[in-house]
């Protein structure tokens, strides 16, 4: 079973910038779209942005022009760089493998410890 480490949260002031990555186990990772999660207190865990193997992206719309997302294949590593954080992006912060259920992304592997953000002056 593919493990996911993700690392790289931590606190930064509002406008800030962090990069977090997150390193897979296991051969599956070329051949997975790839996505990163985030749950605040008191809220549903949201998928903010996706990786299809081919390198295409997409965002949800509360980080779109903030927030990147990539991958390295060959490091078995995705990365989501973020800039311009807000209060509001402050959450742990999960990626996983995805597959498409029809209509949207659906997390399709077991979950990692996460990183924990928080944008706070």
């Known amino acids: 079973q593919v493990q996911l480490v993700e690392s790289g949260g931590g606190l930064v002031q509002p406008g800030g910038s962090l990069r977090l990555s997150c390193a897979a186990s296991?051969?599956?990772?070329?051949?997975?779209?790839m996505g990163w999660y985030r749950q605040a207190p008191g809220k549903q865990r949201e998928l903010v942005a996706a990786?299809?193997?081919?390198?295409?992206?997409n965002y949800a719309d509360s980080v779109k022009g903030r927030f990147t997302i990539s991958r390295d294949n060959a490091k078995n590593t995705v990365y989501l760089q973020m800039n311009s954080l807000k209060p509001e992006d402050t959450a742990v912060y999960y990626c996983?493998?995805?597959?498409?259920?029809?209509?949207?992304?659906?997390?399709?592997?077991?979950w990692g410890q996460g990183t924990q953000v928080t944008v706070s002056s």
């Open positions: 990786i299809t193997s081919g390198g295409s992206t």
């Open positions: 296991g051969s599956i990772f070329s051949i997975n779209a």
């Open positions: 996983n493998a995805l597959g498409w259920g029809g209509s949207s992304w659906a997390p399709q592997g077991s």
